[in-house]
């Protein structure tokens, strides 16, 4: 799979509220020793990663992430914008993720969340 198609899987994790699925959605995409942290977690692999997505799911039951923006990538590293919409409709701030890609570009091997636009 692209790098495009990685990212929309792996933001799809987030979405899935069948537990077992997420795990399977998020095994196809990340590393065996991938981390994910953001401002209000630091995962320091995939199980980890499953629980905290468990909680936020559990805090907004039905909401999505949605990517909104076109990836930009050198190297193996890939930076998006994407933002939680709610069950009912409604936005949330606009957050960014870099994610740090295998050398085969098939695995993400870290993810660094950002909450909010940038400051200027």
Known sequence: MDATELIDLYCAVWDEPDAAFRAE???AVWAARASY???SV???NGEELLAHIAKVRAKR???KVVRTSQLDRHHNLVRFAWRVVLADGAPLPEGLDIAFLSADG???ERILGFFGQLPY
């Open 37 to 39: 942290t953001d401002p």
């Open 61 to 63: 039951p039905g909401a």
């Open 42 to 44: 630091h995962a320091a």
């Open 25 to 27: 959605k998020l095994s």
């Open 106 to 108: 098939a695995r993400i």
